[in-house]
C-alpha cells in the first residue's frame, strides 16, 4: 500500500494511510446491565471490577466542546454507544445539542435495547436522532443465557423493535454470530424479521479486549451466513456506501435487508475512517488499540481549544492502524497485549 505524508485540505485532515477523519463513535459509558459473554463476561465484569468513576465521565457539555472542534476537520457522523448508553440519564439533551448546537448531520445510537420504552423512542426520534441500532443474537431461551446471563428482557427488546420501525420507520439490528453457540439461531432470526422493516447485520466474532477468550475457530464467517441464507432465499446485492463497513443485501420478494460486518474474514481498513471517543474522554484511533489519547487533560485545565485542535490534528495525522488488515498476514505481526475492552471503547 502506497503511504505518503499526510496532508490537509479544506480543514480535512487525512492520516499515513490518506483516510480523511469522518466519523466518531463516543462511549457515554463503560457500564452495562447486561454481560454477553463476549463482551463483558460475568466472571472478569463482577462486583470487584472497577468501571469508572462518574466524576471521570465526560460531561455533555465536554462532549460538545470536542465534538465542535473535530467537526472542523470534517467529522459528519456519530454514534452514542458504551456500555449501555441509555444507563446515561437525559440522553436526548445531548443528541439534541449534537445536532443543533454542533451541527452533525447524522446523530446515531447503538443499544441492547433494554431500557427503551415508547415514550423514550419518541423523545429520542423528537430531539433528532437520525437511526437505532439494536443488539439482539438470539431468539432462544437457552443460546440468549449462554451469551448473555442476564437478558431476561427478550420479549421487551422485540417490543422496543417493533416501536422503533412504527417511529423511525426502519431498524438495525446487530447479531454477532458465535459458531456452536448461536449459529443455529441465523435461520430463526431472519425469518422472524423477514416481514419487517429491518436491516439484519450479522457481525462476526471478534478478538476486542482481553477478556472473551477469543479464538479464530469460534469466528462464524459471513460466507458461511450466506451459504446458509442462501439454501433458502435468494439475495439481492444492495451498492454500499463507499466507506460503508459493511455488505448490504436484500431478501428476494421481502422488505427485509441483510447486512455482513466481516472484520474478521474481509478487513476494511483501507476505508477506516473513524475515531473513538472513551467515556472518561481517550481518542483511540483503532478498536485494537492499547493506547488512547488523553483529550479530557485538554477540556479540564486552562490549555485553550486551539491546543486541542492541534493535538487532534496530530493524532490524526499519525494515524497508521490496521490492525485487521495485516493481523494473519505480516509475518513480524506481534499481537498487541493490552488492548482496551469492548464496553469501554464502544465497539
Ligand atoms: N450495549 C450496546 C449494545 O450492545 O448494543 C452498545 C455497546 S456494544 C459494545 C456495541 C456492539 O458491539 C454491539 O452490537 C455488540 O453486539 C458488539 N460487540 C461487542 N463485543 C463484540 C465482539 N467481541 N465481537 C463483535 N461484536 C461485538
Ligand atoms: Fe453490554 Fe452491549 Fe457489551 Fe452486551 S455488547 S455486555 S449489551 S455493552
Ligand atoms: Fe479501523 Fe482498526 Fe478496525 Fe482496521 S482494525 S477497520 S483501522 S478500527
Avoid at 420504552?117 to 449462554?146: A, Q
Avoid at 473513538?276 to 477540556?299: E, P, Q, V
Avoid at 485553550?304 to 490524526?316: A, G
Wanted: proline letters at 1%.
Amino acid at each position: 500500500q502506497k503511504i505518503m505524508n499526510a496532508s490537509t485540505a479544506n480543514n480535512m485532515i487525512t492520516d499515513k494511510l490518506l483516510r480523511n477523519f469522518k466519523y466518531l463513535r463516543i462511549s457515554i459509558t463503560d457500564k452495562c446491565n447486561y454481560r454477553c459473554s463476549y463482551c463483558m463476561p460475568k466472571d472478569i465484569f463482577d462486583k470487584d471490577h472497577q468501571f469508572l468513576r462518574k466524576n471521570e465521565l465526560l460531561s455533555y457539555e465536554e462532549i460538545i466542546e470536542v465534538v465542535k472542534i473535530l467537526k472542523d476537520y470534517g467529522l459528519e457522523k456519530i454514534r452514542l454507544t458504551g456500555g449501555e448508553p441509555l444507563l446515561r440519564k437525559n440522553i436526548e439533551l445531548l443528541i439534541r445539542a449534537l445536532k443543533e448546537e454542533a451541527l452533525i448531520s447524522e446523530v446515531t445510537m447503538t443499544t441492547n435495547g433494554s431500557l427503551l420504552d415508547m415514550n423514550k423512542i419518541n423523545k429520542l426520534k423528537e430531539y433528532g436522532l437520525n437511526s437505532m441500532t439494536i443488539s439482539l443474537d438470539s431468539l432462544s431461551k437457552n443460546s440468549t443465557n449462554t451469551i448473555n446471563p442476564i437478558n431476561n428482557d427478550l420479549k421487551k427488546v422485540l417490543q422496543s423493535i417493533d416501536n422503533v420501525i412504527d417511529i423511525f420507520g426502519t431498524v438495525k439490528i446487530n447479531m454477532v454470530v458465535i459458531k456452536s453457540i448461536n449459529d443455529d439461531e441465523i435461520m430463526r432470526m431472519l425469518k422472524n424479521f423477514v416481514h419487517k422493516k429491518v436491516e439484519l447485520r450479522f457481525i462476526e466474532y471478534m478478538d476486542v479486549g482481553e477478556s472473551n477468550n477469543w479464538v479464530s475457530e469460534n469466528v462464524f464467517t459471513s460466507q458461511d451466513t450466506i451459504n446458509l441464507i442462501k439454501q433458502e432465499y435468494g439475495l439481492i446485492k444492495i451498492e454500499d456506501r463507499n466507506d460503508s463497513t459493511s455488505e448490504s443485501w436484500q431478501i428476494d420478494g421481502y422488505p427485509l435487508k441483510i447486512g455482513f460486518i466481516s472484520s474478521i474474514s474481509k478487513p476494511f481498513c483501507n476505508t477506516c475512517n473513524r475515531g473513538r471517543l472513551s467515556a472518561d474522554g481517550k481518542f483511540y484511533t483503532c478498536l485494537f488499540s492499547d493506547y488512547g489519547h488523553n483529550i479530557s487533560h485538554y477540556l479540564r485545565s486552562s490549555s485553550n481549544n486551539e491546543d486541542l485542535k492541534k493535538f487532534f490534528k496530530n493524532i490524526w495525522t499519525q494515524r497508521d492502524d490496521q490492525y485487521s488488515q495485516i493481523r494473519f498476514t505480516r509475518k513480524n505481526f506481534k499481537r498487541k497485549k493490552n488492548k482496551v475492552e469492548m464496553s469501554y471503547i464502544g465497539g
